[in-house]
């Protein structure tokens, strides 16, 4: 039985001619200190990349990527298709494994210098990859199509529009169209499923071969610096002195790592189920809070906190700028230390950028520049704020859910995020001072002046003038 | 006869080349026509009847919709577009568009304290369409309008961004 199968194999083999180079490939050496746990999340990311083909070719056998059809066709798999919704949720989860395992992985080779002589094109390669995968995630979103990629897509074509001269051809280019229909989702659908899979496996390709044949990055030592007339004769000396063949001294530990993520993957998508999809994708139906999926929540939350006048520059310049820094970095600092502890500059980057993407993405989640729509209609009034006031009070009480003040401000922890808490509203403001913001606005507030009568801004600041803490006084005029 | 040979050769190859260079750039003709083919035209737009006068109250702003122009068979419920009438009095109105000017998210009316409100980054505009707050850089964007047979109609049927030259 044995013998048949070594027979076989061997016909193969003399036909196939692939066993030389699979068994070079295994045995090739490399450095001991870099079999270690820190480099097993590039292969991690290709693992869940290959998954993620795997389920997105069979969500494609029943997702119908036509407007009028795709998100009947998204319930149909969460609800009716057998194992429809875990595919979806896979797919989906998949998404989030591979961003984030990719991230961890970028993180990994910037701090350790891999991106060095001679890897320069690898790292380039590596950042195509990034591109590629984040837009395989934006056009992933948008395939779910739903309310929010509706509305997402409006975020997108409206930041194009933002490009002097030629801003609206864009705009009609990226939608298939002058308006987000039925093309711009095939558009889309071609991108998702045929160019950027296509660019994903052609750079995925490029990115293993230069690992091969340049050797993966030796762990870095602090003093260990690279020289380009030096770096290649160490590095063969460093690999056949300190040595191991790659499989299974290397991979094993690739192995290990990449199948306890698949089995977190099975586990996640189990648990947290498909992703979406929202409401259908109809665009009359504006009771909508649109937002973007995690991955770009901190650029949701930049847009929000820019200061105006920077906006349109940056929105423009800011992914040039950082895109061409990213693959730039290896022809900036492409020889010298590649120890974290000799680069404090460089982990200074590492720390800012996690800092800042994170901090944006919490406040992404909960969104405080954002009105709460429905806070003026849905939170009550808390009960402490109406005990023992004044008719005249209790009208004005009235006046700010009526006047939607709720939506901005909160009572009680309650409501928008926008402007102020009114909670303690009377040890800030005179009552003077309260007459003026309502009527004129101004730092960031509308002006009620028009939308409101003498009388009604009469009971507003007779309930505003109420809201202090009981053992803090409110607020007077120095002259009084 | 031996660079007869190599000079035939390297004419042959030459050939191939030109050859292929002009079948190529031939070939991306129709190709690169097709794919920008979206952008061909310089404006898409088109009078839209919203529907008679009688659906409008004088001093109110109304949520109306009307389908896209331009739309396909296969659109489904993306061809249905909404908008937001102000009837000021007889035939004076304002017609704006849903998209806000910040990044086209949709505002909504709030007729208690006369304010759009947008969901995304709290941009905020008067009844007028006049920015009051938040992140837009400029008023809601307006449609073109007119009153023809008692009815409504609006000059629409592309995104408004702030590029737009119709916006």
Request: glycine share 10%; aromatic share 12%; hydrophobic share 45%.
């Amino acid at each position: 039985m044995i013998d048949a199968l070594k027979s076989v194999g061997r016909w193969l083999d003399a036909r196939l001619q692939l066993g030389s180079t699979i068994a070079e490939v295994a045995a090739h050496p490399v450095p001991r200190s870099s079999a270690s746990w820190w480099y097993v999340f590039g292969s991690a990311t290709l693992v869940v990349f290959v998954l993620q083909v795997v389920t997105g070719i069979c969500l494609a056998t029943v997702y119908t990527p036509a407007a009028d059809r795709a998100w009947d066709s998204l319930i149909y798999l969460n609800y009716q298709q057998p194992l429809g919704w875990y595919l979806r949720a896979l797919h989906g989860w998949g998404s989030n494994f591979m961003v984030a395992l990719m991230f961890v992985h970028m993180i990994q080779v910037f701090l350790f210098g891999a991106y060095k002589f001679p890897r320069e094109l690898t790292w380039v390669a590596g950042c195509v990859l990034l591109l590629c995968t984040l837009g395989m995630a934006f056009t992933g979103q948008v395939l779910r199509f739903d309310q929010n990629a509706y509305w997402g897509l409006g975020i997108g074509a409206s930041i194009a529009g933002r490009t002097p001269i030629i801003g609206f051809k864009i705009v009609d280019l990226i939608l298939g169209g002058p308006i987000i229909a039925g093309e711009t989702l095939s558009r889309f659908f071609a991108l998702h499923v045929f160019v950027i899979p296509a660019l994903l496996i052609g750079f995925v390709g490029l990115h293993l071969f230069l690992v091969l044949r340049l050797g993966i990055n030796e762990w870095p030592m602090p003093g260990r610096i690279v020289r380009r007339n030096t770096y290649l004769q160490q590095y063969q000396e460093l690999v056949h002195a300190d040595g191991e063949p790659f499989m299974p001294f290397a991979a094993q530990k690739d192995l290990v790592f990449a199948g306890l993520i698949i089995l977190g993957l099975l586990v996640v998508a189990a648990i947290e189920g498909p992703i979406g999809p929202n409401g259908q994708p109809d665009p009359t139906i504006i009771q909508t809070v649109p937002r973007p999926d995690f991955f770009f929540l901190w650029l949701f939350s930049l847009f929000a906190l820019l200061p105006p006048w920077t906006e349109t520059f940056l929105m423009l310049t800011g992914p040039v700028a950082v895109i061409g820094l990213l693959f730039a970095l290896p022809f900036i600092s492409g020889t010298g230390e590649k120890s974290w502890h000799r680069r404090p500059f460089s982990v200074v980057i590492v720390i800012l950028a996690v800092t800042i993407i994170g901090t944006l993405t919490w406040l992404g989640t909960f969104s405080p520049w954002s009105p709460v729509m429905d806070a003026w209609s849905a939170v009550p009034t808390p009960i402490d704020y109406v005990k023992g006031r004044t008719p005249l009070e209790l009208q004005g009480a009235i006046l700010v859910q009526s006047k939607q003040c709720r939506n901005c401000h909160s009572l009680g922890g309650t409501g928008g995020m926008r402007g102020p808490a009114l909670d303690d509203t009377a040890t800030r403001l005179t009552r003077d001072q309260i007459v003026r913001q309502i009527i004129q606005g101004g730092g960031n507030m509308p002006a009620y002046g028009k939308n409101l009568t003498p009388a009604e801004v009469n009971a507003l600041v007779a309930f505003l003038a109420t809201m202090h803490p009981p053992g803090e006084p409110p607020a007077r005029a120095s002259s009084q | 006869m031996d660079t007869e040979k190599t000079s035939r050769r390297t004419f042959l190859f030459r050939l191939g080349i030109a050859i292929n260079a002009i079948a190529v750039a031939l070939f991306a003709i129709p190709i690169v026509g097709y794919v920008l083919s979206p952008a061909r035209r310089f404006t898409w737009l088109d009078w839209i009847p919203l529907g008679p006068l009688t659906d409008y109250p004088e001093h109110q702003t109304r949520l109306a919709e009307y389908v896209n122009p331009f739309k396909k068979a296969w659109d489904g419920e993306t061809a249905k577009i909404p908008c937001w009438v102000r009837r000021l009095a007889g035939d004076e109105f304002q017609v704006f568009a849903i998209n806000c000017t910040h990044l086209g998210c949709p505002v909504r009316w709030f007729a208690e304290s006369e304010l759009f409100m947008c969901p995304c980054h709290g941009g905020v505009f008067y009844s007028d369409g006049r920015h009051a707050s938040g992140p837009p850089p400029r008023a809601l964007y307006q449609y073109k309008y007119k009153v023809d047979a008692g009815k409504l109609w609006i000059y629409a049927g592309q995104l408004p961004t702030l590029g737009e030259p119709q916006a």
